[in-house]
């Protein structure tokens, strides 16, 4: 098993361009999520899905579009990327009735 | 808004020392899970906690949830370099499926 892989690893973005960060898993768990890692700042829930359909938005979800069209896949779109959306991002997944999620490599994304 | 404060922020010690970590809130929290960070890698599952007062041991982890599921700590015996990294907490509000994260203890064990 792959495990959660998200693709690029790394991303250099101009003010105002758009992109999708991929995130897929092979585990066939229901619940996926997006966080972003500032420095001294932890982990930040942006947008989570516990199914094929449903999404719904976590802690910081502006300037960030999510869909779930397949158990499998849980993309995160940047629709005009700005300087403070420069930060590591993370995908993870988990059964929908357990705590534990499993993380992805993580994206880095810098916008100039 | 949940919030998960842990201390300390940074701990630097030498081999074989103790320390132990805490993860704090004013929620209650229907799990709480312990991972740990590598530079350049995503967070990895060393626990989760779903019952209050639970203890769990993991060779030289001990992790122990709060009676009232409001806060938690890490206990490490006779720490070893190959535990630096970033800990992290993650606790799960009671009929939600947002999670929320500690900023993170940042362990660095000295040979």
């Known amino acids: 098993n792959a495990g959660v892989t998200q693709t690029p690893k790394f991303q250099v973005l101009k003010t105002g361009q758009s992109m999708t960060l991929q995130c897929a898993q092979d585990?066939?768990?229901?619940?996926m999520s997006w966080y972003r890692q500032d420095p001294g700042m932890g982990l930040r829930l942006i947008h989570y899905s516990v199914g094929a359909g449903i999404t719904d938005q976590g802690e910081v979800p502006n300037g960030y579009n999510v869909s779930r069209s397949t158990t499998e896949d849980f993309p995160l779109r940047l629709l005009s990327a700005a300087p403070s959306q420069t930060s590591v991002y993370f995908c993870?997944?988990?059964?929908?009735?357990?705590?534990?999620?499993?993380f992805g490599p993580g994206t880095r994304l810098l916008v100039l | 808004t949940q919030l998960l404060e842990q201390s300390p922020q940074f701990l630097s010690i030498q081999e074989g020392e103790n320390l132990t970590v805490y993860c704090n809130s004013s929620?209650?929290?229907?799990?709480l899970q312990w991972y740990r960070q590598e530079p350049g890698e995503g967070p990895v599952l060393l626990v989760t906690v779903v019952t209050g007062g639970e203890v769990k041991k993991l060779k030289r982890l001990t992790f122990q949830f709060g009676d009232a599921r409001k806060d938690s700590s890490l206990h490490i015996t006779a720490a070893q370099p190959g535990d630096t990294g970033l800990y992290l907490c993650?606790?799960?509000?009671?009929?939600?499926?947002?999670?929320?994260f500690g900023t993170g203890t940042r362990l660095k064990v000295l040979a």
């Open positions: 993650a606790g799960g509000g009671v009929g939600t499926y947002k999670y929320i």
């Open positions: 929620s209650v929290f229907s799990s």
């Open positions: 585990m066939n768990h229901e619940y």
């Open positions: 993870a997944s988990s059964r929908r009735d357990a705590g534990a999620q499993y």
